[in-house]
């Protein structure tokens, strides 16, 4: 079976609800679910979501030349 990308970081949360559809959220629990069987723990499909969600960013390369650039606002500080 093939590694998955995804690491999980220790670092502090911040707390964000949100809605996803139906099908996003089976594949999170089946992905979850090939991690545990990997790595021999469990996996909360949730804890999942941050490191999927910082590598799509990491990997974006028009968002990456953007920040790269200076043209992406800082969190909270709008524009």
């Not at 995804?6 to 594949?27: F, G, M, N, Q, Y």
């Not at 723990?41 to 920040?67: C, G, H, N, W, Y």
């Amino acid at each position: 079976m093939p590694k998955l990308k995804i690491a999980l970081p220790d670092d502090k949360p911040v707390k964000v609800s949100t809605e996803l559809p139906a099908a996003v959220h089976r594949d999170l629990i089946a992905y979850a679910e090939v991690l545990s069987l990997q790595g021999g723990q469990v996996v909360e499909p949730t804890k999942l979501i941050a490191p999927m969600l910082a590598r799509f960013m990491a990997t974006d390369r028009e968002f990456s030349k953007l920040k790269r650039r200076g043209d992406v606002p800082v969190a909270g500080e709008g524009r």
